[in-house]
């Protein structure tokens, strides 16, 4: 086994600790990955805060990784020691169901593999991106492309893909009028994605203060969602909305600003149900729908339009030490826009007795 130092949260809302985790010893398919950044989704502080399930512990997050190839096993062709690489929320899928064929791996009819918090085909649990290293199948490890920097193309394997994937379903694009709700990690992204898709965008966010950097990251328009008019005003102008926010929202009041066949696609993943009124969708011929992340051929298609078109996240990076606060500032939605954790920092962290 290889052992690899962590931060773990060992209990519900418990703080993170140093600890030494396994990974499996490296198979003929497998690459080792030294870990350089990893960065906070709200997803790992739904799954530390135990707003989706019951966890198993320890819990290692992180599915925003980004690192360089340490070792190759003694078939691994895609991927050569020292290239700059990158994992995202899944580590494997069953590989032969008609959407894992197709190159959609997240909807593995079996269940992909995700890469914290779930047994692997191996029958070990699988321990995420707050750690020094990772083995990984090589069909699940993404090439990061020269030109984009590790740690700000860390938060493309989760953050950015997963905007990526619904914005070009979808047809984001040039005469298309896309909102994004909600201005954190994924939003910031679907902002700069969508920009460079050449869509009109507008903000929808709760927090007033975000006006400038909105405009900053490439939207046309922002509405502070706080107002009463801001309903009003915007009734009936999106063709497609992407609402990233993590916790309940109004869902008949967004519906509302979609225009004839416009969609609003849920990203955002609240642990509570959201109800909706049918006259919502009924009127407009509005369709209401989801996405989650992205298949490993798209991953590596946003990785590559990233490069091209000189897009990473805005990121505020943190010692190891400091994930507890970073989860904290990212509940009050005070982040801007990612945090990234930088590994080397673990080094000089004491294994918790
Ligand atoms: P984040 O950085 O915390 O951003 C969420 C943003 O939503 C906040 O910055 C805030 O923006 C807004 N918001 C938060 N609480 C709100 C409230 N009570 N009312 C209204 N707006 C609120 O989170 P993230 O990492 O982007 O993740 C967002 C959600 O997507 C999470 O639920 C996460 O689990 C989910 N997710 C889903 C997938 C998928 O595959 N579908 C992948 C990754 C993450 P403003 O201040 O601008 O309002
Ligand atoms: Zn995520």
């Given amino acids: 086994m290889i052992t690899a130092k962590a931060r773990a949260v060992f209990g519900l ?10 990974r499996r010893d490296l198979g003929p398919k497998d690459v080792l990955i030294d870990i350089k950044y990893c960065g906070i989704c709200h997803s790992d502080i739904h799954h530390v805060r135990g707003e989706w399930r019951k966890e198993t512990y320890p819990l290692v997050p992180g599915h925003e990784i980004a690192g360089m190839v340490a070792a190759v096993g003694s078939e691994v062709t895609k991927h050569k020691v ?11 899928s069953c590989g032969e169901c008609e959407n894992c064929k197709k ?15 779930a047994t692997d085909r191996y029958g070990m649990t699988t321990y995420g991106g707050y750690s020094t290293q990772v083995v990984v199948t090589e069909g699940f490890v993404l090439k990061i492309p020269e030109g984009l920097k590790l740690d700000s193309a860390a938060p493309l394997l989760c953050a950015g893909i997963t905007t990526y994937s619904p914005l070009r379903h979808w047809g984001a694009g040039p005469g298309k ?11 910031h992204m679907a902002v700069k994605l ?10 929808l966010s709760h927090s007033a203060g975000k006006q400038d950097d909105a405009l900053r990251l490439g939207a046309d328009h922002f509405q502070a969602t706080g107002d009463p008019e801001a309903f009003k005003n915007l009734a009936k102008s ?7 926010v993590s916790a309940k929202v109004d869902l008949d009041a967004y519906l509302s600003l979609l225009a004839l066949d416009g969609t609003m696609v849920n990203v955002g993943a609240p642990g509570e149900s959201m109800s909706l ?4 969708l009924i009127n407009g011929r509005r369709s209401f729908a989801g996405s989650v992340i992205g298949g490993i051929p798209e991953t590596q298609e946003m990785l590559d339009f990233c490069a091209a078109h000189g897009l990473g996240a805005d990121i505020e990076v943190i010692a190891a030490d400091k994930i ?13 826009y990612r945090f990234v954790i930088d590994i080397a920092t673990m080094a000089g962290l004491e294994e918790a007795e």
């Fill in 177 to 187: 009028r896309v909102a994004v709700v909600g201005l954190g990690g994924l939003g």
């Fill in 277 to 280: 009124n049918a006259f919502s």
């Fill in 194 to 203: 969508a920009h460079a898709m050449g869509a009109e965008v507008t903000v």
């Fill in 324 to 336: 507890d606060e970073a989860y904290a500032r990212v509940l009050k939605s005070d982040v801007r």
């Fill in 103 to 117: 190159g959609q791996e997240q909807y593995c009819l079996k269940g992909s593999t995700m890469t914290y918090g």
């Fill in 13 to 22: 809302n418990e703080p993170f600790k140093t600890t030494t985790i396994e």
């Fill in 238 to 244: 999106f063709d497609l909305i992407v609402n990233t």
């Fill in 82 to 92: 020292g290239d700059r690489v990158g994992v995202g929320c899944m580590v494997d």
